[in-house]
């Protein structure tokens, strides 16, 4: 079963996770990462599986169509899994036009290309990573299933719902094979420390202000990004041309409640006095247009295609925790240099 399949995205923080377990299961296939390493790409995230015979590495950017149409016709692709993306919601409030070019225009560029070499498409696909953000805002009750309306509320998701329409409209129109997903938010190993859970993990660990937006009182559905991961390669081989699965973890948190957890985990690992970290949470303006609840219902995943998230997440911030702790360097080369002038933009 010789396939050559692209990963967009791969050297962020679920593309790298990704790759990984392809590279590793799959060895007859050939998997292309394609990366323009922006801030949020580092090739250390894939490292040690970037010497592997079925594993190539090409720099590019999906916002460049002709790099793109050459790129698809060269590697002639079987599948692709299209991770890449502006992915940070407060970076979209401070400039949109990244999110415009990148989440709609990127992935449009690469569907266009993909009908030029896939004229008889019926062994192929083209899968859109997506986010739970596109449906908008819950109240205290209620969740999110596939047929939840659209309604997104910041530049990102508005770009990300822009993109799924796009994916969507190329399936009934030209009949591209396609396929998407809707995940909550995810954390584990290599994210960005913009992220709620890395910037916390790095601020406790530096004894640093906790900036908790509001009241703290937003509630979010957090799944291991291996569990994603894993979800992502049963959608890929099983998952119904056309259709689209909603991936959560069934863990909602709400802010405070995570962030006071994550001090006591922290306290415990630095040993230090239980309360200690505590006593940084800082209460900072709030996110403009902060939606209140994210939770997923992922019946349809878990009836359908047997999914299931493996993990506890007690489990998994533990782990999380343990490896940003045992990977300064890792931490110390994202938050050197760019870093500083993001966080006293975004925080001071
Ligand atoms: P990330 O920001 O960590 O990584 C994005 C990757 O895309 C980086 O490697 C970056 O270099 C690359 N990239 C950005 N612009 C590019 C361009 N123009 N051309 C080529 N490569 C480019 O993001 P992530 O958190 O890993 O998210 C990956 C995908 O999953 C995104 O589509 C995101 O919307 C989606 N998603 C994320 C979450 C989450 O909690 N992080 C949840 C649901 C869905
Ligand atoms: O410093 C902070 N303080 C804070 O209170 C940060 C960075 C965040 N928050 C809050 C905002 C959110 O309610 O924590 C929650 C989580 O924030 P983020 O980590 O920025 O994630 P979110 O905005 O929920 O979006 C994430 O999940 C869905 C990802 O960034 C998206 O890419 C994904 O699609």
Redesign the pocket.
């Known amino acids: 079963m010789n396939k050559t399949i692209v990963i967009t995205g791969g050297a962020g923080f679920i593309g790298s996770h990704v790759i990984r377990r392809f590279v590793k299961n799959y060895p007859d296939y050939q998997i292309i990462n394609l990366d323009s390493l922006t801030y949020a790409g580092n090739l250390n995230n894939i490292e040690d599986v970037s010497k592997s015979s079925n594993y190539k590495f090409v720099k590019g950017d999906i916002t460049d169509r002709d790099f793109i149409f050459r790129f698809i016709a060269d590697t002639q692709p079987d599948g692709v899994i299209h991770l890449a993306?502006e992915?940070?919601?407060?970076r979209s409030i401070r400039n949109p036009v990244a999110f415009l070019t990148t989440n709609i225009l990127g992935t449009v560029h690469l569907m266009d290309a993909l009908r030029e070499i896939w004229k008889e498409p019926t062994d192929k696909r083209f899968y859109h990573i997506?986010?739970?953000?596109v449906y908008g805002s819950l109240g205290k009750e209620g969740y999110f299933t596939e047929s939840t309306a659209y309604d997104p509320k910041?530049p990102?998701?508005a770009s990300?719902a822009s993109s799924d329409h796009f994916v969507r409209s190329y399936f009934n129109t030209f009949g591209l094979p396609i396929v998407i997903s809707n995940?909550?938010?995810?954390y584990g190993p290599n994210q960005f420390p913009?992220?709620?859970?890395p910037?916390?993990i790095n601020n406790i660990r530096h004894n640093k202000p906790?900036?908790?937006?509001?009241k703290?009182e937003?509630?979010?559905d957090w799944l291991y990004v291996e569990d994603h991961a894993s979800a992502i390669d049963l959608i890929f081989h099983k998952g119904k041309t056309g259709e689209t699965y909603n991936i959560g973890g069934e863990n909602e948190w709400k802010?405070i409640d995570?962030?006071n957890f994550l001090c006591q985990l922290m306290d415990k690992k630095l040993g230090r006095n239980s309360g200690d970290s505590e006593k940084l949470i800082t209460y900072?303006t709030d996110?403009a247009g902060?939606?209140l609840r994210?939770a997923i219902e992922a019946e349809k995943l878990r009836d359908e295609l047997g999914w299931r998230p493996s993990l506890q997440f007690e489990e998994g911030l533990e782990k999380t925790v343990d490896w940003y702790l045992s990977n300064d360097d890792w931490l110390e080369a994202v938050t050197s240099g760019d870093y500083q002038n993001y966080y006293q933009e975004?925080?001071k």
């Open positions: 993306a992915s940070h919601v407060d997506s986010t739970d953000e910041s990102y998701s990300k995940c909550s938010n995810n913009e992220k709620l859970i910037l916390m906790l900036p908790v937006y509001g703290g937003n509630i979010r802010n995570l962030v900072v996110r902060h939606d994210y975004y925080y």
